[in-house]
């Protein structure tokens, strides 16, 4: 799985300073999926079934599922703020003061 890391512009931040940890998060759960990925290439071949429980490409597995839901979370959470946005906007605008 890949995901694309959009750089936010300083505003955001300022806006929303919790986006910069956010990011590195992101970030590093590309990096660690990489590794895992990379260290455990069963995992990414779907031969798990051959892997005895509790192995550690069971246990990757077990990270990658997670770090996906997170991954998942993180990009709710930026919409969902960004959604916030545009709404305060709108309603700015709606105000004639």
């Not at 895992?36 to 069963?42: F, G």
């Not at 770090?67 to 990009?75: D, F, G, P, V």
């Amino acid at each position: 799985m890949t995901r694309s890391v959009l750089a936010l512009p300083v505003e955001r931040f300022v806006r929303s300073p919790e986006l910069a940890s956010l990011q590195i998060l992101d970030a590093a759960l590309v990096a660690c999926e990489t590794a895992l990925l990379a260290a455990h290439p069963e995992v990414a071949h779907g031969a798990l079934d051959v892997c005895p429980h509790g192995s550690s490409p069971m246990r990757a597995h077990s990270i990658l599922v997670a770090s996906r839901r997170l991954a998942t979370a993180l990009a709710a959470y930026r919409e969902a703020l960004g959604r916030d946005e545009r709404r305060t906007r709108r309603q700015q605008v709606l105000i004639p003061f």
